[in-house]
């Protein structure tokens, strides 16, 4: 008779060295989240990917929005690390709170130094445990995963990754607040995709145009100024760090105020907005050469410097139209 022989042997197996090396992982504990940052770029979480055709990519994400940044990088040094986070951290700031692994590049003096001179805490996930660093763990994830499916339709790496980037910054993030899109809490504003094609364009901008339009012309006293094919003028050719008048001539009008004019003396066609070019009186000299100027323009240069659509009997027509003069 043996009173606690149960324990006895318990507490035996629990001291026996053998049976300890080979038993099973324990249960696991009870999960301990984050805490939910309040702000923009309170924590962000980086780690590494790669390599993938010889690039590794830095990846960053912040808690709070969930604002994605991949930064492709032939060498995962400190500097190299280094200087693709002050990159970063030059648009946005420097966060408060950094969340790694311990990566090398990551753990050494240099980066320490880094995040102690910047105010940043640097907190470093417990090795061989990514669920530590999960956001930057699941973002790389879900980058490997896509980039494979964008480039298997053969489109180049370097855009693949632009490709990736816009759709998740526009796409609503259930765990960003309110649910919206990373690009919405980080810019204010939702991004503009090809999805926007779709909804008609509102006229509330041309409305608003035509009133600062009103407005600038009385501050300046501006009057409209309209000129037709064949029309002599004087256009601003500009060369280095000064410019003149150049006798020219009207051939098309191409925008509201923009004109493609034909300079006969430089054997040139250029494209000149109306407050660069003034009406150039007909003098006898001018009408003496007119035909030979307006005639004998090189066409080959008009279909070959603008990619014209006319074709050669077009810009003849348009070039021996009968000349206006402005009203």
Same mark, same amino acid.
Request: glycine share 4%; with cysteine.
């Given at each position: *008779? ?54 590794? *990519? ?98 180049? =790496? ?6 990736? =980037? ?60 309209? *000129? ?100």
């Amino acid at each position: *008779y043996w009173p606690g022989i149960d324990e006895s042997i318990a507490q035996l197996v629990r001291t026996c060295t053998d049976c300890a090396s080979v038993a099973k992982t324990s249960n696991k504990t009870t999960l301990q989240s984050w805490p939910l940052p309040e702000k923009p770029w309170q924590r962000v979480h980086i780690d590494f990917a790669g390599p993938v055709d010889g690039w590794f *990519y830095l990846i960053l994400v912040d808690a709070f929005r969930k604002w994605p940044e991949v930064v492709p990088t032939k060498r995962i040094t400190t500097a190299a690390t280094l200087a693709i986070l002050q990159g970063i951290f030059a648009r946005f700031g420097m966060p408060e709170t950094l969340v790694s692994d311990n990566g090398r590049q990551l753990v050494s003096e240099e980066f320490e130094r880094y995040c102690d001179s910047n105010g940043i805490l640097h907190l470093k996930t417990p090795p061989f445990h990514p669920q530590s660093n999960g956001l930057a763990e699941r973002f790389v994830d879900t980058f490997k995963r896509t980039l494979k499916k964008i480039t298997a339709g053969g489109e180049a =790496l370097a855009q693949a990754i632009d490709t990736f =980037l816009l759709c998740y910054r526009s796409t609503p993030c259930r765990s960003a607040p309110e649910g919206k899109t990373p690009a919405e809490v980080l810019l204010g504003r939702p991004l503009r995709t090809s999805l926007d094609l779709l909804k008609p364009p509102t006229p509330f901008h041309k409305i608003e145009n035509s009133k600062q339009e009103k407005q600038f012309n009385q501050q300046h006293g501006a009057k409209a100024r309209h *000129y037709q094919p064949k029309d002599r003028v004087w256009a601003k050719v500009y060369k280095n760090n000064d410019w003149s008048w150049q006798p020219g001539q009207v051939l098309e009008r191409v925008g509201r105020v923009i004109y493609n004019v034909w300079l006969p003396t430089k054997q040139n066609l250029i494209r000149s907005h109306c407050n660069q070019m003034k009406q150039r009186c007909e003098s006898d000299d001018d009408a003496a050469a007119k035909p030979s100027q307006s005639v004998q323009i090189p066409l080959d240069i008009l279909l070959e410097s603008w990619d014209w659509e006319h074709s050669r009997s077009q810009l003849k027509q348009l070039l021996m139209r009968p000349h206006r003069s402005l009203r």
